[in-house]
């Protein structure tokens, strides 16, 4: 049975006694059911501190009472950071596609071991901005790659594989309209392999090929196709959850207007508040959610 959502048909793992969850440090020897049995949302973010902190506020924010030390994290933490507060898991990605999909993969087959129904995908992260102003959170209709195409490709077996990248159209306009004086725009988001060339910044470590005039051309093409920010892993999350049939979007804090340079110079109070703008926002429709559903 497949409660968690109707894409999630791997016949392959029926052969499997115990199925371990290598990089998370759980697996299905493990009761699951119990642990996480009634979560609703899973936020995910690329550092172990945001992490850790959204998990906090979230416990604020929700009223759950959490143990006297603070959130403590559960499995290992080699990898990735996964909390739980009340019906919500706050969990690290790390950087870039590839770790993005090792804990998509793990934390799906986790929720659906547990026995969850209905449970969300949000990404809640940091992008560079497109035309925006720093600190505006960009709540995503759609993930392009680095060609500003709406698909994600996955090399398996020798062969390239496409797949689409809509997110869940309902959820990106609900988070939008929780946004409160938070000022936040929904738009396109460009998911890239690379921070530097991949996505045409002159201040890497290597002499770039592309001129600044053909950056600023680039980027301009971008936001005339309607791309508001860049990051490293909108293309892979939406591709995977609209194949699992989970509903998902991403909220990200823009750090700089990238066709103002490439630089990110905000002291790190700016850069706590836009993150924490970002996280608010999720944290504001997740309340919304659940009071309604009380
Ligand atoms: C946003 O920020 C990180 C790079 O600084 C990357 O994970 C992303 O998508
Ligand atoms: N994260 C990115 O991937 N790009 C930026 O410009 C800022 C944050």
Redesign the pocket.
């Known amino acids: 049975m497949y409660l968690l959502a109707p894409g999630l048909r791997n016949s392959h793992l029926v052969a499997l006694n115990t199925d371990y969850l290598y990089h998370l440090g759980l697996d299905t020897s493990m009761d699951l059911k119990a642990m996480f049995g009634d979560v609703q949302y899973v936020c995910m973010g690329g550092s172990s501190v945001r992490a850790e902190k959204f998990a906090t506020k979230a416990a604020e924010d929700l009223g759950v009472e959490i143990p006297e030390g603070g959130v403590t994290p559960i499995g290992k933490t080699e990898r990735f950071s996964l909390y739980k507060v009340g019906p919500v898991i706050s969990v690290s990605h790390g950087m870039g596609m590839p770790s993005m999909l090792i804990l998509l993969h793990e934390i799906t087959k986790l929720l659906h071991y547990a026995g969850c129904e209905n449970v969300k995908f949000i990404r809640i992260g940091?992008?560079?901005g497109v035309g925006v102003e720093p600190g505006t959170v960009v709540v995503t209709s759609e993930g392009l790659n680095g060609k500003l195409e709406p698909k994600f490709e996955l090399v398996q077996l020798g062969e390239t594989r496409e797949y689409p990248t809509q997110l869940d159209s309902e959820l990106t306009r609900e988070i939008y309209e929780a946004r409160g004086d938070i000022r936040a725009e929904i738009g396109k988001t460009m998911g890239t392999d690379d921070?530097y060339e991949g996505?045409g910044r002159l201040d890497g470590a290597l002499e770039p090929s592309y001129s600044e005039a053909e950056k600023l051309a680039f980027l301009q093409r971008a936001h005339d196709a309607g791309v508001l920010n860049?990051?490293?892993e909108s293309s892979a999350f939406a591709a995977f959850c609209l194949r699992a049939g989970i509903p998902a979007t991403i909220v990200c804090a823009a750090?700089?207007n990238?066709l103002e340079g490439d630089q990110?110079t905000s002291t790190p109070e700016q850069l706590g508040q836009f993150s924490d703008g970002a996280q608010q926002v999720v944290l504001n429709y997740i309340r919304g959610k659940l009071q309604h559903n009380q």
Do not use: A, N, Y
């Open positions: 940091t992008s560079g921070f996505q860049i990051e490293m750090l700089l990238r990110v």
